[in-house]
């Protein structure tokens, strides 16, 4: 498989600015011949989001990109509200024009920068899925540290297991700070 990893800056809290972004290059790779297209965790409303959590979810993805993944299988991250009112770090495989598979992230961190557990509940499952490519897994950041995610796709038959991840940063007085 031709894989494109889009490594780009959402802007915080800007859905529609990030689609535009999002869209220009997957129509851009779609040119070029790649089969799918990787996106940053939280790539559609950008990463450190905090009360704008509530803003900015999702209930359902965007149908352009729906349309789109019927020419180039996508990852996409983004803050879901699901059918039970719950907000979700997830990330959406979409294939064949539509959701192939979500994954939740399951492990929040909560230290540091991060206090990811305030504003999002965690996923409960860890599972691969069946794609064009072979069997899949996705995990997001924190979920790669812990050896069990990986040994359970394995476990399940992945094949192939992508990690999408994001990170904050801040500015001090000794320079960037990651």
């Known amino acids: 498989m031709k894989v494109f990893l889009a490594q780009m800056k959402p802007i915080l809290g800007d859905t529609e600015k990030n689609l535009k972004k999002i869209v220009d290059i997957i129509e851009k790779e779609i040119e070029k011949g790649t089969e799918v297209v990787v996106f940053p965790e939280l790539s559609l409303t950008g990463y450190l989001l905090e009360e704008m959590v509530y803003d900015v979810a999702l209930d359902k993805v965007p149908d352009i990109l729906l349309e789109l993944s019927k020419k180039i299988s996508i990852i ?26 979500k994954h939740r992230k ?73």
Not at 76 to 101: C, M, P, Q, R, W
């Open 106 to 178: 399951v492990y929040l961190p909560t230290y540091g920068l991060f206090d990811e557990g305030r504003y999002f509940k965690e996923g409960e499952n860890i599972r691969a899925f069946n794609t064009k490519f072979g069997r899949v897994g996705i995990l997001i950041c924190e979920d790669i540290f812990h050896q069990s995610s990986s040994y359970i796709l394995g476990q399940d038959g992945a094949q192939t297991i992508f990690v999408i991840a994001n990170s904050p940063t801040r500015l001090s007085n000794k320079g960037l700070e990651i």
């Open 76 to 101: 996409v991250g983004a803050v879901e509200l699901s059918e039970d009112l719950y907000h979700y770090n997830t990330a959406f495989y979409l294939e064949d024009g539509e959701i192939k598979h």
